[in-house]
């Protein structure tokens, strides 16, 4: 998915419609739940997360 995201999004930016719901005890305005977010792929820091293995811990 990195390199896929590299390949094919590199200095571009990608917008992304984000909508809250179920907000568990408070109460969202139906209009106002909605947000589109843009991201600049550049800044990312597109590596790898590290392997976490809990049984060395």
């Known amino acids: ?3 896929f995201l590299k ?3 590199s200095g ?3 917008a992304s419609a984000i909508a809250a ?3 568990s005890r408070y109460s969202l305005n139906a209009v106002d739940n909605k ?3 843009i991201i600049d792929v ?3 820091k597109l ?3 590290p392997k976490y293995n ?3 811990k």
């Open 7 to 9: 390949a094919n999004y």
């Open 35 to 37: 947000v589109i977010v």
């Open 12 to 14: 571009k930016g990608v």
């Open 47 to 49: 590596e790898p997360l």
């Open 42 to 44: 550049n800044a990312l």
């Open 21 to 23: 719901s179920n907000a």
């Open 1 to 3: 998915m990195l390199k």
């Open 54 to 56: 809990s049984l060395t």
